[in-house]
Every structure is written in C-alpha cells, then in structure tokens.
C-alpha cells in the first residue's frame, strides 16, 4: 500500500477516534477530538498531493480518498447537530448533495467518465472542513465566524453539485429515460 492510500486509511481510521473524544467528557476533550479532525482534514490535502506529485494515483484512492473525506466531514457534522450548534436541516442538504454527486460519479465511472473535482467542489469541502473545525472547538468565540463560514459551504454545496451535473448532463442520458 502506497503513502497516500495510507494517509486515507489512517483518515477513516481517525473518525471513531475523533467521536469518541466528542462523546467523552473530560478536560479539553472537545479540543482533542478538533485536533484529530484537523489532522485527518490535512491528510486530505497530504494524500492528494503525494500522490498526484510522484503519480501514486491508483483506483483504490480514487474510490476510498473522497469516501473518507465524506466520512470524516459528515460524522462532525452530524456530531454538531448532535450538540444543537449545527442545524439540521442544512447538514442534511449536504449529506444529500454528496450522495447524490458520487451515485453519479458512480454512474459516470460505469461509462468509463471520470468526473474530476472542480475548483467549485474543492471550495466546499475546504469551508466545510474550516467550519467544522472552528465550531467543533466548542468556543463561542469562533462561532460566528463559523456558522458564516458553514452557511457559506452550504451555499457552495448546492452551487457545485448543480455545477457537476449540469456540466455532465450527459452521464444522465435524459432522452432515454
């Protein structure tokens, strides 16, 4: 297994980790489980450059690298609304648009078309992971800027996943169906 797909693994390897220091109430707990959300977002960031720099891109990081990044981002949010400092009805959105965005990705894969992340989508996930890292802090001095910064991801959310299939339309075949 390459460095890259082993950040991924260590990723997802993180996300019970994560909650369970969310779920335990002791001194700074809150701040241990936003510490190894950020580690895990970074490993994100690590992963893809490592292996777009020295070409290590393989089909299991193709399907487990965005797996992991929406298991990491969706368990903190779904922890937030847990807490009530995250609404849900706009974490909802989001968990539907990212469903929605790999089934087609799915589909796209199935007809041999990649459907590469767009600067659009990139942006999302980077103030989605901002967001929750601010607001999983549980400081109320970064909460403003963290719910401006979650509902501006929203935003995003929605932009770019019309973006990704407005501008693959084509994987849907709508004459046929």
């Given amino acids: 297994m390459n460095t ?8 997802t390897l993180m996300v019970p980790i994560f909650i369970l220091c969310m779920y ?3 001194n700074n707990s809150r701040l241990i489980a936003t510490a190894i959300f950020a580690v895990a977002s970074f490993t994100d960031f690590l992963d893809g450059h ?6 290590l891109v393989t089909n299991f990081g193709k399907f487990a690298d965005p797996l992991a990044d929406k298991i990491l981002v969706c368990s903190a949010m779904i922890m937030l609304v847990s ?4 609404p849900a009805w706009a974490v909802i959105i989001i968990i539907a648009r990212e469903f929605t965005i790999t089934g087609f990705r799915i589909i796209a894969a199935s007809e041999n ?4 992340a767009s600067p659009l989508g ?9 967001s929750n890292i601010l607001l999983l802090t549980g400081l109320e001095s970064l909460r403003g800027i963290g719910m401006i910064i979650f509902y501006l991801a929203v935003v995003f959310t929605i932009i770019s996943g019309a973006d990704y299939l407005i501008k693959n ?4 075949d709508l004459e046929n169906i």
């Avoid at 890259?4 to 990723?11: D, E, I, V």
């Avoid at 078309?113 to 590469?116: E, G, N, P």
């Avoid at 339309?169 to 849907?172: I, P, Q």
């Fill in 4 to 11: 890259p797909n082993k950040l991924t693994l260590m990723r």
């Fill in 24 to 26: 335990l109430d002791f």
């Fill in 50 to 55: 490592i292996a777009r720099r020295d070409n």
């Fill in 83 to 86: 807490t009530g400092e995250m």
């Fill in 113 to 116: 078309i990649t459907i590469a």
């Fill in 122 to 130: 990139k942006f999302k996930t980077v103030t989605q992971l901002i």
């Fill in 169 to 172: 339309k084509k994987v849907l």
